[in-house]
């Protein structure tokens, strides 16, 4: 467990080396969190006051169990990177970045980065009054929910921050609150199926004119309440 006033780490290589496997970190003033971790590890509760969140894991799974979250900002909140260059991101936790209050505001994005799948996880983008921060996930050797549903909502705003998701296999991703689609990539080259599914009440935006060029899959469906609607290599 860390507690600071100001920070832990600092931005670019300035970060603390954690060798554990839980972390429970808090920044309860201005200040960023700037972790490199070795082991196999689970974050509990990661937060700040309004700062950047990095945690980088270069061999082994990360596990997201509880909130990794940055708190609200006048004209910019914190945004959260999570790179597990080695393995797995996935848990039932949350990863969120705070609303930009002030005019001219620009909430944080996020960037979950697994050399395998990503699962679980709910990521949310903060609102703004002016840009909402983007949501871009890679899973460089895997899927995007192999196990288990991705859920995605980008925040309200002005312009409504996008999410970005590349794979090498499928991509399944669920919104509660709303989302809007930028670009869609999967590298395998058997199909695979892109599944992008509502609670019926959260409305599904596509900002790509050419969101289908990149696939490599067969099928995508849209699922939003009762409805159902396929595209065939859009």
């Known amino acids: 467990t860390l507690t600071a006033a100001n920070g832990v780490g600092a931005a670019g290589t300035a970060h603390v080396d954690?060798?554990?496997?839980?972390?429970?970190?808090?920044?309860?003033?201005?200040?960023?969190?700037?972790?490199?971790?070795?082991?196999?590890?689970?974050l509990f509760a990661v937060d700040t006051f309004n700062g950047a969140i990095t945690v980088v894991n270069t061999t082994f799974d990360m596990t997201v169990n509880g909130p990794v979250t940055t708190g609200n900002g006048t004209t910019t909140s914190g945004?959260?990177?999570?790179?597990?260059?080695?393995g797995n991101i996935n848990g039932a936790g949350s990863v969120t970045t705070g609303t930009a209050l002030t005019a001219?505001?620009?909430?944080?994005?996020?960037?979950a980065t697994a050399n395998n799948s990503i699962d679980d996880v709910t990521f949310s983008t903060g609102g703004a009054t002016t840009t909402s921060g983007d949501i871009n996930l890679t899973a460089t050797n895997g899927s995007i929910s192999a196990s288990g549903v991705v859920i995605v909502n980008t925040g309200a705003a002005p312009a409504q921050g996008?999410?970005?998701?590349?794979?090498?296999?499928?991509?399944?991703?669920?919104?509660?609150?709303?989302?809007?689609?930028?670009?869609?990539?999967?590298?395998?080259?058997?199909?695979?199926?892109?599944e992008i599914q509502t609670n019926?009440?959260?409305?599904?935006?596509?900002?790509?004119?050419?969101?289908?060029?990149?696939?490599?899959?067969?099928?995508?469906?849209?699922?939003?309440?009762?409805?159902?609607?396929?595209?065939?290599?859009?």
């Open 104 to 111: 001219g505001g620009v909430s944080g994005s996020i960037t």
């Open 18 to 42: 954690t060798s554990d496997s839980s972390l429970d970190v808090s920044v309860t003033s201005a200040g960023l969190i700037n972790l490199a971790e070795t082991d196999d590890v689970t």
């Open 162 to 194: 996008v999410m970005n998701a590349t794979a090498n296999g499928g991509i399944i991703v669920r919104t509660t609150t709303g989302l809007a689609v930028g670009t869609l990539t999967t590298r395998n080259l058997l199909p695979d199926t892109i």
């Open 200 to 234: 019926g009440a959260a409305n599904v935006a596509f900002t790509a004119t050419n969101i289908g060029a990149s696939l490599a899959s067969d099928a995508f469906f849209v699922y939003g309440g009762y409805s159902t609607e396929k595209f065939d290599r859009l």
């Open 79 to 86: 945004g959260v990177t999570l790179t597990a260059s080695g």
